[in-house]
């Protein structure tokens, strides 16, 4: 990313509330589990460690929620993506080295159904950033390096 505080596309901001409604129901279930239970009670080392797992799954759950919530923060305080150069939540026509153009969302959450999404940090996706109408950029595929041209930037819907 460009290290300043992205936009995100509806469809991302739909995908990481959602993540974020996930992660919150699934935190209370764990934490369930920990309540009431007291370190001097007795019990097996077995006991122990699956106390131990269940709080270290807690912390995970609690690191990934302030995650997300700082992502929707950020995206909102950013506002619309820019129509001057590419960021994420733009969407770009870019002209392939083959000749053929294609116009593609740039987004930050990968999107199955979405075949013209190019996430921002694929290979493509990380070296439109940043640039403008008319600039050259190249980048690395499978069949290896190429190059493509960024003809129009728009927003995303």
């Known amino acids: 990313m460009t290290g300043v505080p992205e936009p995100l596309s509806p469809d ?3 995908a990481l509330e959602k993540e974020l409604s996930d992660l919150r129901e699934e935190r209370g279930s764990v934490a369930l589990t920990l309540q009431g239970n007291d370190s001097e009670s007795p019990g097996d080392s077995a006991d122990q460690a699956d106390e131990l797992q269940r709080a270290t799954e807690v912390t995970r759950l609690d690191n990934r929620i302030a995650e997300v919530t700082e992502r929707l923060h950020d995206a909102t305080e950013s506002g619309p993506p820019s129509t001057d150069a590419v960021g994420v ?14 116009t593609l969302h740039v987004g930050e ?15 493509l996706g990380r070296e439109l950033l940043g640039h403008r109408a008319g600039d050259a950029v190249d980048y690395e595929t499978p069949g290896g390096p190429t190059s493509a041209e960024v003809v129009s930037i728009g927003t995303g819907s």
């Open 109 to 123: 959450v990968a999107d199955d159904r979405d075949q013209s999404l190019v996430t921002a940090d694929s290979p």
């Open 12 to 14: 991302a901001r739909r």
């Open 89 to 102: 939540g733009s969407t770009v026509t870019v002209r392939f080295a083959d000749g053929t153009t294609e």
